[in-house]
């Protein structure tokens, strides 16, 4: 099954300690980018998604489904 990455949710936010935007994707567990603009930061992040799945896909992994909008306590 192809994942569309775009409905992946992604959390973006600054870093002080980093002096940058950090993207994360919940859904795909230590999947992470930065950028040093909010735009970089999701262009980063898209890579790795793919990155992230390719990889995922060649060690035979599960690649789980996109489900939206996480909620949080």
């Known amino acids: 099954m192809e ?3 775009n ?3 992604v959390i973006i ?3 002080e300690a980093d002096i940058s935007f950090i993207a994360e ?3 795909l567990p230590g999947c992470m980018a930065d950028g040093e603009s909010y735009n970089d930061a999701i262009t980063n992040v898209q890579i790795v998604m793919g990155e992230w799945i390719e990889t995922a896909k060649s060690l035979g992994r599960t ?3 996109a489900k939206g909008k996480l909620m949080y306590a």
């Open 3 to 5: 994942q569309n990455l």
């Open 63 to 65: 690649i789980p489904d």
């Open 13 to 15: 936010y600054w870093s």
């Open 25 to 27: 994707v919940p859904e």
């Open 7 to 9: 409905k992946y949710e």
